[in-house]
């Protein structure tokens, strides 16, 4: 851009109410627009499980992905409608869909708040089994949000999105970034997953460029374990940051065994240079892995006995099983979380973790769905995390059923 001379709008420079229409968006695109200014986006790639749409639902700006020639159909309209739930984008709309429109955002303010009177209440069956509801986050200024739709802990903070704005945090910035989140929850249990960089959330400033097959390279736990340096400041930060409350850290894309083991020498490494500093840590630090590599849901029976817990990451997990890229809109109809081998997957982790004794929750987006937390309770699932916006549905389906009726459903 510098060398041709062309001036390019940044969308953190948004100075009037927008409808973002684009062909794709990046990751870094999403943390650094002005969330106040873009009031829907639409884009022609992508699908629900992207990163865009995750985001998307975390700064609870309605989104719909995937709309073919969005941008020639739409660059004419000077008014775009947009509703997210249905999946409808409209240029230029007339004076009774605009009607409309004002009508199906006041409903959807009344149903907000009538889930509100759930925010206090227990994500508990008819029967009386409680499970936990809690939030994933990406920026620490969502942990007020999370409070404020009533979930109960933060159960996937995707550390990486501190990464993606152009600067690589230090780990004095990093330490006062998990602090501000553990402290703001005031007890309640704050799962920070470790850096989760590649495929789509390139990052060049640490060497992770484009590669043929982004998704199945170097990423996640794959780039940490080659990058010891970054990966141990992260790990410093998490330490010090979980002596001031309830705290737990988990490594993504684990396959194999070994790769938790070498994670977990760096963990104590890691808390050795600390203590070397004089520095303040937590006493003990429960350490879990991200379910989302068919390898790892075959063999979790053998990774619970190294694992403090187990969260079930369905997004990729489906991506993987179903060899089916969650960002192209062409094969999004093979991202179904209830295949019979996705079910079977979630399953057989679900009895690794019992048989061994520990917790198993799901931070994928199968958790943010009412009907889907029927079937995951029905097999079984502790606990469930999902985008804040979600906590008070998925709430109300757990309370309205009993355990034997979820496991029949789920059966």
Not at 10 to 24: C, I, N
Not at 141 to 150: F, I, K, N, Q, R
Not at 325 to 339: Q, S, T
């Amino acid at each position: 851009g510098h060398l041709l001379e062309k001036h390019r709008m940044t969308l953190a420079d948004l100075e009037s109410d927008v409808v973002l229409v684009a062909r794709d968006l990046l990751p870094s695109d999403m943390i650094s627009m002005n969330r106040a200014r873009v009031k829907a986006v639409v884009t022609e790639a992508g699908g629900r499980t992207s990163h865009v749409a995750i985001l998307a639902r975390a700064f609870e700006i309605p989104a719909v992905l995937g709309v073919a020639d969005a941008l020639s159909r739409l660059r004419g309209s000077s008014l775009v409608a947009v509703d997210g739930a249905k999946g409808l984008v409209i240029g230029d709309p007339d004076a009774a869909t605009l009607t409309r429109s004002a009508a199906a955002r006041d409903a959807a303010a009344a149903a907000e708040r009538e889930l509100g009177a759930l925010r206090d209440l227990p994500a508990e069956t008819i029967d009386g089994l409680r499970v936990k509801v809690e939030a994933n986050i990406e920026m620490p200024e969502e942990a007020l949000g999370v409070l404020a739709h009533g979930a109960d802990g933060i159960g996937l903070f995707r550390s990486e999105f501190l990464f993606l704005g152009g600067h690589v945090p230090d780990e004095e910035e990093q330490f006062h970034a998990y602090r501000s989140v553990i402290e703001a929850m005031g007890g309640r249990t704050v799962t920070i997953r470790t850096l989760d960089i590649g495929g789509d959330k390139v990052l060049p400033e640490l060497g992770a460029q484009d590669e043929k097959n982004p998704l199945l390279g170097w990423r996640a736990i794959r780039f940490c374990l080659s990058r010891v340096d970054v990966f141990k400041t992260q790990l410093r930060a998490i330490l010090r940051a979980a002596a001031f409350g309830e705290t737990r850290v988990m490594f993504p894309m684990i396959a194999t065994a070994d790769e938790l083991e070498r994670a977990l020498a760096i963990l104590e490494t890691a808390r050795e240079e600390c203590a070397a500093a004089g520095q303040q840590v937590a006493k003990s630090l429960s350490v879990g892995i991200m379910i989302e590599i068919p390898s790892a849901a075959m063999t979790s029976d053998i990774l619970a006995r190294k694992a403090d817990f187990f969260s079930i990451g369905t997004n990729d997990l489906i991506q993987y099983t179903m060899a089916v890229d969650r960002g192209n809109e062409k094969v999004a109809y093979l991202h179904e979380p209830y295949h019979p081998a996705v079910l079977r997957l979630v399953q057989r982790t679900i009895e690794s973790g019992k048989a061994a004794g520990i917790p198993v929750g799901m931070c994928g987006e199968m958790a943010a769905d009412p009907a889907s937390a029927i079937v995951l309770l029905g097999l079984g699932l502790d606990e469930f995390s999902m985008s804040s916006a979600a906590v008070p549905a998925v709430k109300r389906a757990i309370r309205s059923i009993g355990i034997e009726e979820a496991r029949a459903v789920a059966k």
